[in-house]
């Protein structure tokens, strides 16, 4: 069993940056790669896909709407996922969520992943 660990979360006024860890226990390194991946979701709404990771060919994805703010990468040695997040806006304020050991090569498909951690909370202020 995987255990995972999101932190890095916080309080911030919008335009702020914040970067999000996410350590994992163990994870299994297979050489047709795998992915990982952030997730959020707001009060009332569905969980999303933010980022996601391809270790296959240290591949990122990234929705269409977080292109250019958001940052996601690996550390393969650490076992550890990030995600740098800029010009924060309030719209972004959700639990942020990691995902890992993803079975297919679509990183931002939650149906694809085994392993979650517990979330972060971010909250943005205008």
């Known amino acids: 069993q995987v255990q995972l660990m999101e932190s890095g979360g916080g309080s911030v006024q919008a335009g702020g940056s914040l970067r999000l860890s996410c350590q994992a226990s163990?994870?299994?390194?297979?050489?047709?790669?795998?992915?990982m991946g952030w997730f959020r979701q707001a009060p009332g709404k569905e969980r999303e896909g933010v980022a996601g990771?391809?270790?296959?060919?240290?591949?990122?994805y990234y929705a269409d709407s977080d292109q250019g703010r958001f940052t996601i990468s690996y550390d393969n040695a650490k076992k550890t996922l990030y995600l740098q997040i800029d010009s924060l806006k309030p719209e972004d304020s959700a639990m942020y969520y990691c995902?890992?050991?993803?079975?297919?090569?679509?990183?931002?498909?939650?149906?694809?992943?085994?392993?979650w951690g517990q979330g972060t909370q971010v909250t943005v202020s205008s």
């Open positions: 995902a890992a050991d993803g079975g297919g090569h679509r990183c931002l498909t939650a149906s694809i992943y085994q392993y």
């Open positions: 163990y994870l299994t390194s297979k050489g047709f790669g795998f992915c």
């Open positions: 990771f391809w270790t296959g060919g240290d591949r990122p």
